[in-house]
T-cell receptor, first 114, second 115 residues
Framework: AQTVTQSQPEMSVQEAETVTLSCTYD???????LFWYKQPPSRQMILVIR??????QNATENRFSVNFQKAAKSFSLKISDSQLGDTAMYFC???????????FGTGTRLTVIP | DSGVTQTPKHLITATGQRVTLRCSPR?????VYWYQQSLDQGLQFLIQ???????AKGNILERFSAQQFPDLHSELNLSSLELGDSALYFC??????????????FGPGTRLTVL
């Protein structure tokens, strides 16, 4: 079975600072994908970033980057130059290659403080 | 805006009733997924359809059913509703079914309240 663990229920960061959200996962499979989704107060689920497990290079999207450690089964999200609009719940998610359903962690509530 | 639409936005009903939630995927997407987000269970995958056929099933109760129509829109039917069915129900869509894993784009959700 696949599990995703987010051990930080809540975090806060000062505007313009950098914050890292943690995620670990457990799987016996070798081919999979990892995602970070953001859920702002509007409740919309918005894709932040995606990482293919077969790629060694960490994914980046503007101010968002990941630190993917396959051996440790760790997938953390770094947000640089935090903005007030980054305030949201952040969910780490996992999907096996060829099976598209997502397994989600319990989420980390991030508050950006002005 | 993800391009995935869901109706209605909010639904309030009573225990024992039946409701239908509707989802229209992004243009060109053939796969539709349903997820339930509740306070106690978090985000859970319910079911996936690809081009009209059921492709994967998750933690979907027998009281729940879904289908995908020829125009690719999907409906999630919830019957004999219980208080514990109160949740946010998301629909997501992607373009492929298997082989690789395609990114899922989520709709705005339907908030169901069972009184």
């Amino acid at each position: 079975a696949q599990t995703v663990t987010q051990s930080q229920p809540e975090m806060s960061v000062q505007e313009a600072e950098t914050v890292t959200l943690s995620c670990t996962y457990d799987t016996s499979e070798n081919n999979y994908y990892l995602f970070w989704y953001k859920q702002p107060p509007s409740r919309q689920m918005i894709l932040v970033i995606r990482q293919e497990a077969y790629k060694q290079q960490n994914a980046t999207e503007n101010r968002f980057s990941v630190n993917f450690q396959k051996a440790a089964k760790s997938f953390s999200l770094k947000i640089s130059d935090s903005q007030l609009g980054d305030t949201a719940m952040y969910f780490c998610a996992f999907s096996l290659t060829g099976a598209n359903n997502l397994f989600f962690g319990t989420g980390t509530r991030l508050t950006v403080i002005p | 805006d993800s391009g995935v639409t869901q109706t209605p936005k909010h639904l309030i009903t009573a225990t024992g009733q039946r409701v239908t939630l509707r989802c229209s995927p992004r243009s060109g997407d053939l796969s539709v997924y349903w997820y339930q987000q509740s306070l106690d269970q978090g985000l859970q995958f319910l079911i996936q359809y690809y081009n009209g056929e059921e492709r994967a099933k998750g933690n979907i109760l027998e009281r729940f059913s879904a289908q995908q129509f020829p125009d690719l829109h999907s409906e999630l039917n919830l019957s004999s509703l219980e208080l514990g069915d109160s949740a946010l129900y998301f629909c997501a869509s992607s373009s492929r079914t298997s082989g690789t894993t395609d990114t899922q784009y989520f709709g705005p959700g339907t908030r169901l309240t069972v009184l």
